[in-house]
């Protein structure tokens, strides 16, 4: 009787005292906001890191116990007065004795910024300015006696010695000619924002120029004052023209640019270039318009003689691989899925293919590095499962594996620079984030950040758990999911659904990992909804022919595994069928919006974040990968774009959108709106004026948008 009231008084206790996650929670005080390690930096001797506190001063900890060595530079000590505001971001130098200091950062796109850069002397303990005006993806030469930056499309760079500035090009032009940063697509698409490096012996600079004078100009409104402004820029859509780009290395000595020629044809990519470990030697990645056909070639930067040294073809399409070399200067290793999962391949500096490091039925999701003196190559995969991640070593020569991280969940490792120690990122769907020391061989030395106060808050708190189950289709497809119910469940009683979906090429939504996004999900349970994540074929982790057997008919296939997902609940007796709703945001809001049309009334409603809504006006590098070009495949485009199955839309509809949308064009939300119309189905919609792909602007801006999403939801369904 004793141990019954017990339980009683526990169960009481919890639900009088506890308090489910409230949106004020999530979005106005990010009350459950985890603690990270993002500015870690790992100094050369390996030994020790860096951090920066409070965005004032540079602090150098002791990997083995975590204890302060010294404050490499404190900005409230500098007394003169043209210094930085605060530490926004940081670079040594190759020898350490050059910090680089960003500051006064202003966001342009994903990526891109434009920001005030200063230089600090650790020896002489002086801080220069390196311009007077705000430049972008400023970088040391590894000597850290000259940096380089972009100024209105031009590359210069400067003697910080002698204080004299340098003009590498002159060409450059506002929407016509980009040297040494990326063009709009290839910075949101090819994930990078600095289009040129330094060579290891300071003699060189390689740099991609940019000619988007035939590219078309997109233009966007922007309301503020009495008269909104017209922001333009180019934007290549999928089918249409895109920037014509070129190689160039610029010598220091002779200050003279040659330009290297990759062949003969026109109208390719530079996903990517490195200086190798031997003395000159370039080696830049090119991969043709359909991005199926990827060549390396070694560029030697004294004469301009390049070699092809590897070369990669595919059915479907081609993402761009890891690279890494060795420090001796003869191999380089790289990642393909050309055997049906992504695995790590050694070549020698000719191209020949020496051995495949890693095998099986599981993807290498991430290279971190090579340990030349040990002969280890780390990485991380998905081996144990495509829900999961651990970190692994592996003998270059004997291919004896290791796995270095032990708790299951989802494992990120931040290796020194000789390999001697990583801090592990750790987290679990039911654990905060928690940072471990670990040495090579995994063992763990300490923890660094363990979360301990947001744990505790979520131990105060009405958390449901994540279920991870796997859904099976009509066609015998297994579909990894994920299942909240509502922390007071009642099996006897029948739930709404509410399916959380991206479902976008390479993507995953159900992981064994702390999601902050997913507090929400929480929320929307503590309302007595049951919330659901598939994974639909085309996500990553599964092999190469599970995500790529969507290519040319992008979007067909995930709705049609969302749909089945969704019939696949009936088998469980408390999901009321007559309820169930779906929601995404940019390729989510896509499918949420394909499912509520396609899906014959399995879905009450659909919520749309900033959705592609047609194909065609998406930009050419991600939509031509994954669909090929609309001139070859116009069924590929038009039989799955939203705009073309309005009529078949059945339910409730809430369409979001950002009107300064850079990514996907608030014209996707308002062509979608006049087919709406036009077919008289009855929606309903909210835009964010001036906001981007994120929708951030503004302070209450997130909070509004998922108090409008909850209301609409709750009210519906």
Same mark, same amino acid.
């Given at each position: ?9 526990v169960?009481?206790y ?32 390996g ?48 020898? &350490? ?39 972008? &993806? ?32 002159n ?13 709009w ?23 991609i ?66 200086w ?9 990645m090119?991969?043709?318009r ?70 099986g ?21 998905? &081996? ?40 592990n990122?750790?987290?679990?769907a ?10 090579? &061989? ?6 660094v ?34 299942i ?22 390479g ?17 929307l ?23 790529k ?38 390729f ?15 879905f009450k ?26 001139q ?25 959108h950002?009107t ?58």
């Amino acid at each position: 009787m004793r141990k019954i009231l017990t339980i009683l008084f526990v169960i009481f206790y919890v639900f009088t005292f506890s308090q489910s996650v409230s949106l004020e929670d999530i979005w106005l005080t990010y009350k459950f906001y985890p603690k990270s390690l993002d500015d870690f930096r790992s100094l050369k001797n390996g030994e020790t890191y860096t951090l920066c506190i409070n965005n004032d001063a540079i602090v150098e900890y002791s990997y083995k116990t975590g204890k302060e060595i010294k404050k490499i530079f404190q900005l409230s000590e500098v007394k003169q007065p043209n210094k930085p505001l605060k530490i926004e971001d940081y670079q040594f130098s190759d020898d &350490e004795k050059i910090i680089l200091i960003s500051s006064e950062k202003e966001r342009i796109y994903r990526h891109s910024s434009i920001n005030k850069y200063y230089v600090w002397n650790i020896v002489q303990k002086q801080l220069s300015e390196v311009s007077s005006d705000k430049v972008q &993806e400023a970088s040391l030469s590894p000597n850290g006696q000259l940096v380089a930056y972009v100024r209105n499309n031009n590359l210069f760079y400067k003697d910080l010695k002698t204080n004299a500035e340098y003009a590498i090009t002159n060409n450059g032009e506002k929407n016509k000619i980009i040297n040494g940063i990326p063009d709009w697509v290839y910075e949101e698409e090819f994930s990078f924002s600095k289009a040129y490096e330094w060579s290891p012996d300071n003699k060189y600079i390689a740099y991609i120029r940019f000619d988007e004078s035939n590219v078309k100009e997109f233009s966007m409104t922007i309301f503020k004052g009495l008269y909104p402004e017209e922001y333009r820029y180019k934007y290549p859509k999928a089918g249409e023209k895109n920037s014509d780009v070129s190689l160039h290395i610029f010598d220091l000595t002779s200050k003279k640019t040659s330009t290297i020629q990759l062949g003969n044809d026109t109208d390719f990519y530079i996903p990517r270039i490195y200086w190798t470990k031997l003395p000159h030697s370039l080696l830049a990645m090119k991969m043709n318009r359909l991005q199926n056909h990827m060549q390396l070639f070694l560029i030697n930067a004294e004469t301009g003689q390049n070699q092809l040294v590897y070369e990669e073809k595919n059915n479907t399409y081609i993402e761009v691989p890891e690279i890494i070399f060795s420090k001796d200067g003869k191999y380089f290793f790289i990642t393909s899925d050309k055997n049906g999962y992504n695995h790590i391949y050694q070549y020698d500096m000719n191209g020949n293919l020496v051995k495949q490091i890693t095998d099986g039925r599981w993807d290498v999701t991430k290279l971190h590095g090579l340990d030349d003196a040990q002969q280890l190559l780390f990485y991380t995969s998905a &081996e144990t499962s495509p829900l999961r991640r651990n970190v692994y070593s592996i003998h270059v020569h004997t291919l004896v594996k290791k796995r270095l991280t032990k708790e299951e969940g989802y494992n990120e490792a931040t290796f020194s620079q000789n390999f001697k120690y990583f801090i592990n990122e750790f987290s679990s769907a039911e654990i905060a984030p928690t940072y471990y020391l670990c040495d090579h &061989e995994g063992k763990i030395i300490r923890i660094v950040e363990n979360n301990d106060e947001l744990k505790q808050k979520m131990k105060e708190t009405l958390f449901s758990k994540k279920e991870f189950v796997v859904l099976k289709t009509t066609e015998g497809v297994d579909l990894n999911a994920w299942i909240m119910k509502p922390f007071n469940f009642d099996p006897s009683k029948k739930y709404p659904v509410m399916f959380c979906i991206y479902g976008g090429p390479g993507s995953q939504e159900v992981l064994d990992r702390w999601d902050y996004n997913s507090l929400w999900y929480q929320h929307l349970a503590s309302k007595g909804i049951i919330v659901v994540a598939v994974d639909n074929r085309g996500t990553g982790a599964r092999g190469a022919e599970f995500r790529k057997c969507t290519y040319q008919n992008l979007g067909k296939y995930e709705a049609i595994d969302q749909i089945e997902a969704a019939k696949a609940l009936r088998q469980f007796s408390f999901v009321d069928t007559s309820r169930i709703g779906i929601w995404g945001w940019s390729f989510g809001g896509y499918l949420s919006t394909l499912c509520l049309a396609k899906g014959n009334g399995v879905f009450k409603l659909a919520v749309a974040v900033a959705p592609v809504t047609n194909w065609r006006f998406y930009d050419s590098i991600y939509t031509e990968r994954y669909n090929g070009l609309p001139q070859h495949n116009p069924a590929g485009y038009d039989d799955n774009s939203p705009i073309n199955n309005v009529k078949k839309i059945k339910g409730k509809y809430l369409l979001i959108h950002g009107t300064a949308d850079d990514n996907v064009h608030f014209q996707n939300s308002v062509e979608l709106v006049k087919k709406l119309v036009e077919h008289n189905k009855y929606f309903e919609t909210m835009y964010y004026p001036n906001s981007n792909h994120g929708i951030y602007t503004g302070k209450n801006t997130r909070y509004h948008l998922f108090n409008k999403m909850t209301n609409f939801i709750v009210e519906n369904l």
